[in-house]
């Protein structure tokens, strides 16, 4: 079946530091794949998303690319701030059955 | 404008009760899906509804667990017999679209279930 695997966590970074999350995935079809996002006390909320090959998804400064020859979407940032502390959850979704597995997710704590 | 809502927030249940959680999604989505959170790890799918036909219940761990979405619009998942291993955070999550796995999903705040 279909699965996702993130980099394991936490992750402390300094602010204004480079941000890099490795997810890799195993799919049957074709699917989409998203970064996801939980601040502390809140929910899940979509940060950014790729729908087919090479597709570049970018959204507050983070950029990911759907890469099919690696199976591969990692997540990057260029200066992380502090306000970019929180769980960060990688995600595939079927284009056919709609549900989406996810990783473990990686707790990013950026420090002043 | 409104997002999506679970109601209770959190809720304490005796081993062996049953419980029912109640998810209202975004007005309109077509698609709302259910996944079961555990600590420390990422949501795991239980069941997808698409209006009211429940078009995929693969994720469900039990016979003990069960969802409607009787109108296409409020969802209940009820777990019946409660047990410590159904501890967890349950999260309703809606998309606007029956093809919704291009589309993203908007999730809910979860309910905690804790079973004692």
């Known amino acids: 079946g279909d699965s996702v695997t993130q980099m394991e966590g936490p992750v402390t970074l300094s602010e204004e530091a480079f941000l890099t999350i490795n997810c890799t995935y195993t799919?049957?079809?074709?699917?989409?794949l998203f970064w996801y996002v939980q601040y502390p006390g809140e929910g899940l909320q979509l940060l950014l998303k790729a729908t087919k090959a090479d597709d570049k998804g970018s959204n507050k400064g983070f950029e990911a690319t759907y890469r099919k020859e690696t199976t591969s979407f990692h997540l990057e940032k260029g200066s992380v701030q502090v306000s970019d502390s929180a769980v960060y959850f990688c995600a595939l979704s079927d284009t056919n059955a709609g549900k989406s597995t996810f990783g473990d997710g990686t707790t990013l704590t950026v420090k002043p | 404008g409104a997002g999506v809502s679970q109601s209770p927030r959190y809720k304490v249940a005796k081993r062996g009760q049953d419980v029912a959680l109640r998810c209202d999604p975004i007005?309109?989505?077509?698609?709302l899906f259910w996944y079961q959170q555990a600590l420390g790890q990422g949501p795991e799918f239980l069941t997808y509804f698409q209006n009211e036909a429940q078009l995929d219940k693969s994720g469900l761990p039990s016979d003990r667990f069960f969802a409607e979405r009787p109108e296409g619009s409020v969802s209940t998942l009820k777990i019946q017999r409660t047990q410590q291993e159904d501890s967890a955070v349950y999260l309703c999550?809606?998309?606007?679209?029956?093809?919704?796995?291009?589309?993203?999903?908007?999730f809910g705040p979860g309910t905690r279930l804790t079973v004692t």
């Open positions: 007005s309109g989505h077509v698609s």
């Open positions: 799919a049957t079809g074709y699917p989409s």
């Open positions: 999550a809606s998309s606007p679209s029956s093809a919704s796995g291009r589309y993203e999903q908007y």
